[in-house]
């Protein structure tokens, strides 16, 4: 359903200044990804958040993406406290538009798919804007 209207509309409670500036990031790439955000979460195809909890319990998970087709919206959460935060932000958001995990994360850190990549990254590897433009142009 996403960017049935040409515009990919997100949501998130507060000010998500690092969220907003990848986005933007990813609209000066031209490579046919336009987001708009809204302040209705109703309205939202992407829902991001933050949480000071664990994730399913899990101490080691830092965030999730999740869709379904009975709620089909990506809803990203986001562990606040935890080193290199930005990373797996991005790592989220690239579920959300459709890319997957490597099938060798040892063998393909290039990618901020990779559970191996370097998380000091805050944004896209150009394989990853690859593979955007592949998708979306």
Same mark, same amino acid.
């Given at each position: 359903?996403? @960017?049935?209207? +040409?515009?990919? *509309?997100?949501?998130?409670?507060?000010?998500?200044?690092?969220?907003?500036?990848? /986005?933007?990031? !990813? =609209?000066?790439?031209?490579?046919?990804?336009?987001? *708009?955000?809204?302040?209705? $979460?109703?309205?939202? $195809?992407?829902?991001?958040?933050?949480?000071?909890?664990?994730?399913?319990?899990?101490?080691? @998970?830092?965030? /999730?993406?999740?869709?379904?087709?009975?709620?089909? /919206?990506?809803?990203?959460?986001?562990?606040?406290?935890?080193?290199?935060?930005?990373?797996?932000? /991005?790592? $989220? !958001? +690239? %579920?959300? !538009?459709?890319?997957? %995990?490597?099938?060798?994360?040892?063998? =393909?850190?290039?990618?901020? @798919?990779?559970?191996?990549?370097?998380?000091? !990254?805050?944004?896209?590897?150009?394989?990853?804007?690859? %593979?955007?433009?592949? @998708?979306?142009?």
């Amino acid at each position: 359903p996403m @960017m049935d209207d +040409g515009k990919i *509309k997100w949501y998130c409670p507060g000010k998500a200044k690092f969220f907003k500036k990848i /986005v933007k990031k !990813l =609209e000066a790439e031209d490579i046919g990804l336009d987001f *708009k955000r809204t302040r209705k $979460e109703h309205k939202a $195809e992407i829902y991001y958040r933050k949480t000071k909890n664990y994730i399913d319990d899990n101490i080691f @998970m830092r965030g /999730v993406a999740t869709w379904s087709p009975d709620d089909p /919206v990506w809803k990203l959460t986001v562990r606040k406290n935890i080193t290199n935060k930005k990373a797996t932000i /991005v790592h $989220e !958001l +690239g %579920h959300a !538009l459709g890319l997957a %995990h490597p099938e060798d994360h040892a063998a =393909e850190t290039d990618t901020i @798919m990779s559970y191996n990549r370097d998380f000091s !990254l805050r944004y896209f590897t150009p394989k990853d804007i690859d %593979h955007l433009t592949g @998708m979306y142009i």
